[in-house]
């Protein structure tokens, strides 16, 4: 049975509604906004310049619930998947039509620029051309922000399992201890000695957690790999 990709603008969703509720967002944007004072390729300049915006005056009446986002929302998506959350000049890959004409729209409706720009995906396409599931976001203030347009594909559905190890100095320490422990049951008895005896399956399984260990610290130091919370709106290409 094939396994259903993973849409992470579904799990925004459900984050955002564990976090707060629909209508505790929306009076917030309303009442944030009463007190809140093109072509492609100018938006496109828009989208690869350092442009600093931390509001932009939409018009409440016209947004979607449903495309509103906090800080903390994302955050914990980006370290659950290993993703990151940058300005859009990061990033590597083309933003297709669609996303400059919903940019468009929205300028038009609200008569407003977009500005400020940022863009959640995997740290892969801060490095190359890729099309895995890059959500653009805009700034509304006050650490929300609004989803503008997500294209290319799904991210794979055992992506949050396979990064799980990750995430932090926990996780990693928790999944060398099991992955050592399932190399010691791994390792046939008799090997060692014609009757192993527990203590010598305690010797083996200290071998196992140094091998595993050695090989994990060599692999992040050599290729400067870090932790998901601590990447996730690092801007450094290497720590990936």
Same mark, same amino acid.
């Given at each position: ?9 579904? *799990? ?117 051309? *890729? ?93 400067? *790999? ?6 996730? *709106? ?7």
């Amino acid at each position: 049975m094939l396994l259903k990709r993973t849409n992470i603008h579904d *799990k925004l969703l459900r984050e955002q509604h564990r976090a707060t509720s629909e209508a505790g967002v929306l009076n917030w944007v309303n009442q944030f906004i009463k007190k809140t004072p093109s072509s492609n390729q100018r938006i496109l300049e828009n989208l690869s310049k350092n442009t600093e915006a931390d509001v932009t005056d939409f018009n409440f009446d016209l947004l979607d619930s449903e495309r509103i986002f906090h800080e903390r929302s994302i955050k914990k998506i980006c370290v659950n998947y290993r993703l990151r959350f940058l300005d859009t000049r990061f990033f590597k890959g083309t933003f297709p039509q669609e996303a400059l004409n919903e940019i468009k729209n929205l300028e038009k409706e609200h008569q407003t620029p977009l500005n400020g720009f940022k863009i959640m995906a995997p740290s892969k396409m801060f490095v190359l051309n *890729k099309t895995d599931d890059p959500l653009l976001f805009a700034p509304m203030g006050n650490d929300y922000y609004y989803l503008i347009h997500k294209w290319g594909n799904d991210l794979h559905p055992l992506r949050k399992l396979t990064m799980w190890p990750f995430k932090s100095f926990e996780n990693i320490l928790v999944a060398i201890l099991l992955s050592s422990l399932i190399a010691t049951v791994l390792i046939p008895d008799g090997l060692f000695a014609p009757e192993q005896s527990f203590s010598q399956d305690v010797m083996v399984f200290f071998f196992m957690f140094k091998s595993i260990a050695a090989i994990v610290l060599f692999y992040g130091f050599a290729l400067g *790999k870090n932790f998901n919370t601590a990447i996730w *709106k690092c801007q450094y290409d290497k720590a990936q």
